[in-house]
């Protein structure tokens, strides 16, 4: 399933395009939109464990390790 997410935050990503080339940087502007599946996970980091997403653009595209303070869900 798709969601409608928005980024929250200006944040530069590493997108995998296929397994197969190496991972493009691709610089996301807070307020942009997007839809995209995730598949949610938790992660320890310093301080604490935070919660963080791999997300699977529709173009086929992914970047993996979204922290989910980086966007929100709309409508």
Do not use: N, W
């Amino acid at each position: 399933m798709y969601h409608c997410i928005q980024f929250t935050e200006e944040f530069t990503a590493d997108i995998e395009i296929s397994a197969r080339q190496p991972l493009e940087r691709l610089l996301i502007r807070k307020g942009s939109r997007r839809r995209a599946q995730m598949r949610p996970y938790v992660i320890e980091a310093v301080g604490g464990p935070i919660e963080v997403a791999d997300l699977f653009f529709e173009d086929g595209t992914a970047t993996r390790g979204v922290p989910f303070s980086s966007f929100f869900f709309v409508q």
